[in-house]
T-cell receptor
Framework: DTEVTQTPKHLVMGMTNKKSLKCEQH?????MYWYKQKAKKPPELMFV???????INESVPSRFSPECPNSSLLNLHLHALQPEDSALYLC?????????????FGEGSWLTVV | DAKTTQPTSMDCAEGRAANLPCNHS???????VYWYRQIHSQGPQYIIH???NNETNEMASLIITEDRKSSTLILPHATLRDTAVYYC?????????????FGKGMKLTVNP
């Protein structure tokens, strides 16, 4: 089983709203990731959590706030977004640590900011 | 992580083998070659990875040249469902280098 589950699949939010994207995996993975993908572009890394600690933040604006409540869950809190933040947000996970740890992706959450 | 170069696009006839090339001339000894694909509007799907030996699984085969500067992903009998963007990614296995950096990828279109 290599399933990463993301909810919601689609989200429309206003620029003053606060919303969250959720991600869950039950593979015992200890590394989790958020990627952002704009139309016709490759995915771009936003954050990496390793053993529930934020290990990489690719200079993402503070209106995106990640949270890792436990090793199975990853949230992305959204506040005061701009229309240009509309994109597909992808969650992924891997075993973590050294070595050839394959990263598995969820199906993504489509976000539209109006 | 080393960069990769792929053609922008490629066509293949249904039922034929699809050979997808990738150049990674600056790859170093501790870097793996990973292949993912992304079907329209879905998340990236892991296909296969390798270090220096050829690898095969139920989806594809990966052929890595002896000098490791290039590789070829082979889909033995392409179907219409294999139409996707294919990403060849070189990734370090050193601790602290967990991230996967996507390039532009290559659009494979399988035609009936």
């Amino acid at each position: 089983d290599t399933e990463v589950t993301q909810t919601p699949k689609h989200l429309v939010m206003g620029m003053t709203n606060k919303k969250s994207l959720k991600c869950e995996q039950h593979m015992g993975h200890r590394a989790m990731y958020w990627y952002k993908q704009k139309a016709k572009k490759p995915p771009e890394l936003m954050f990496v959590y390793s053993y529930e600690k934020l290990s990489i933040n690719e200079s993402v604006p503070s209106r995106f706030s990640p949270e890792c409540p436990n090793s199975s869950l990853l949230n992305l809190h959204l506040h005061a977004l701009q229309p240009e933040d509309s994109a597909l947000y992808l969650c992924a996970s891997s075993q973590g640590g050294r070595g050839e740890n394959t990263i598995y992706f969820g199906e993504g959450s489509w976000l539209t900011v109006v | 992580d080393a960069k990769t170069t792929q053609p922008t696009s490629m066509d293949c006839a249904e039922g034929r083998a699809a050979n997808l090339p990738c150049n990674h001339s600056t790859i170093s000894g501790n870097e793996y070659v990973y292949w993912y694909r992304q079907i329209h509007s879905q998340g990236p799907q892991y296909i296969i990875h390798g270090l220096k030996n050829n690898e095969t699984n139920e989806m594809a085969s990966l052929i890595i040249t002896e000098d490791r500067k290039s590789s070829t992903l082979i889909l033995p009998h392409a179907t219409l469902r294999d139409t996707a963007v294919y990403y060849c990614i070189v990734r370090s296995i050193r601790s602290g280098s967990e991230k996967l950096v996507f390039g532009k990828g290559m659009k494979l279109t399988v035609n009936p």
